[in-house]
């Protein structure tokens, strides 16, 4: 598939917003802020990690506040 303009542009916007020119950003949420969550270290932490990683590089997630959130509702979901 060959993408046209707009959508490299598109791109090349993103990539500055996030300032990841040279380097993608760190992520805010860490497996120690799971546990002092509650949460048991296990195989669901990468899980939870990743999703709210995406998230974050997505612009949904700007803070550790809004990481923790997002953490609680998916490690609710991946209680149950």
Do not use: C
Request: glycine letters at 8%; aromatic letters at 6%.
């Amino acid at each position: 598939m060959i993408f046209g303009s707009e959508a490299q542009e598109w791109f090349i916007e993103r990539v500055r917003s996030l300032h990841i020119e040279h380097k993608a950003p760190e992520p805010i949420l860490m497996g120690r802020h799971l546990i002092e969550l509650g949460l048991k270290p296990g195989p669901s932490f990468r899980g939870i990690l990743d999703a709210v990683y995406e998230m974050q590089l997505d612009g949904k997630i700007t803070d550790l506040t809004d990481a923790l959130q997002e953490a609680r509702k998916i490690g609710d979901i991946a209680a149950n």
